[in-house]
């Protein structure tokens, strides 16, 4: 590790329980808070999401002003139990309705940027259970507490629950087998982030206007890279939020986020100039075991899925190009 990553290390690193919540709303000020949900098909759990954050820091405490949730396109009842819960619900395709579409998570974050209306701005998965209110907290403290810092990413433990197993940090699986190798090789000084997926964060807005967003699974590890160029490692910190527990993805959907993930970075390694160019197709071909098997012998299902990973601008340009000139 870096020295520089060391020493930073241990004076940007935090516990959510370290931020006491009467100080924080001391410490905003005038200032707004949004937090924002990018949420597809989380009936089972938006509800209580959004419950637990606006008891606690909307309605008692007033640390937040906005609850916002962008539904990803949900087949489900998403929208209708968040809007139910209290929060202010926006169709990820209604906002900035004049841009070509796009898909994934990054593009529901960015809209939810585009939406939301706060000065800083926390963002957390909409699939977490048992969520307490220190998972905005913790985000939020350091943003508060020093002005040089604008950038926050949680980490937490990630239980794998099984059939009556639980490994206890065996969440992650994409962290640890794509992302971390990645940085380590590649942006060494991001190397001290404990999980550079999480979806969980908060920053300053001026600072998310400023930087693109990659539209798909690629958006977190793009973001890290990004604030690092814009920002720099200083004013970027980190907070133990404890223990996550959420839904696990199957091994095909996590090589498709891989996929994207990889050329995410792909991208931004041709801007540095580390590459000379990005890969040529974004076609990634799985194989899985058929139902019944074919003829040949190839018993495997060939499954190819585009994976692409879209760009959106840096919103501040986008909104700038929209207002009437005066």
């Known amino acids: 590790m870096l020295p520089e990553v060391r020493s930073w290390l241990h004076r940007r690193t935090s516990r959510t329980e370290q931020w006491q919540l009467d100080r924080m709303v001391e410490q905003k000020g005038d200032r707004r808070v949004s937090v924002v949900l990018p949420a597809r098909d989380e009936a089972a759990t938006i509800g209580r999401i959004v419950t637990v954050v606006r008891d606690a820091l909307v309605d008692r405490t007033g640390l937040v002003d906005e609850v916002l949730v962008v539904d990803s396109r949900s087949h489900d009842a998403t929208a209708e139990v968040a809007a139910a819960a ?58 508060l507490d020093d002005p040089r810092v604008a950038f926050v990413k949680g980490f937490y433990h990630r239980p794998l629950i099984g059939d009556g197993t ?96 990889q050329l995410a970075a792909s991208t931004r390694l041709e801007r540095q100039g580390v590459l000379t160019r990005v890969p040529e197709t974004t076609t990634l071909v799985q194989f899985r075991r058929p139902s019944v098997p074919g003829p040949g012998g190839l018993d495997r299902e060939v499954v190819e899925t585009d994976v692409a990973v879209d760009e959106r601008p840096p919103l501040r340009d986008v909104l700038a190009s929209t207002r009437p000139v005066a």
Do not use: C
């Not at 809209?111 to 800083?120: Q, V």
């Not at 000084?189 to 930087?211: S, T």
């Not at 699974?217 to 527990?245: C, K």
């Open 86 to 143: 209290g929060a202010t619900v926006v169709g990820q395709d209604e906002v900035l309705a004049d841009m070509p579409s796009a898909h994934g998570k990054g593009e529901a974050l960015w809209k939810g940027l585009a939406a939301s209306s706060g000065d800083l701005v926390a963002a957390i998965d909409a699939d977490l259970r048992d969520v307490e209110p220190g998972f905005v907290t913790g985000l939020l403290g350091p943003l």
């Open 166 to 261: 639980v490994d206890v940090d065996g969440g992650g699986r994409v962290s640890e087998l794509v992302a971390r190798p990645l940085l380590n090789l590649a942006w060494p000084r991001l190397a001290g982030f404990v999980q550079p997926l999480a979806g969980e964060f908060a920053a300053r807005r001026d600072l998310l206007e400023a930087i693109p967003f990659a539209t798909g699974y690629g958006v977190e590890l793009a973001m890290l890279v990004d604030v690092l160029d814009h920002a720099g490692l200083d004013a970027m910190a980190q907070v133990d939020l404890g223990v996550r527990i959420h839904r696990h993805h199957d091994l095909q959907a996590l090589g498709r986020m891989s996929a994207q993930i």
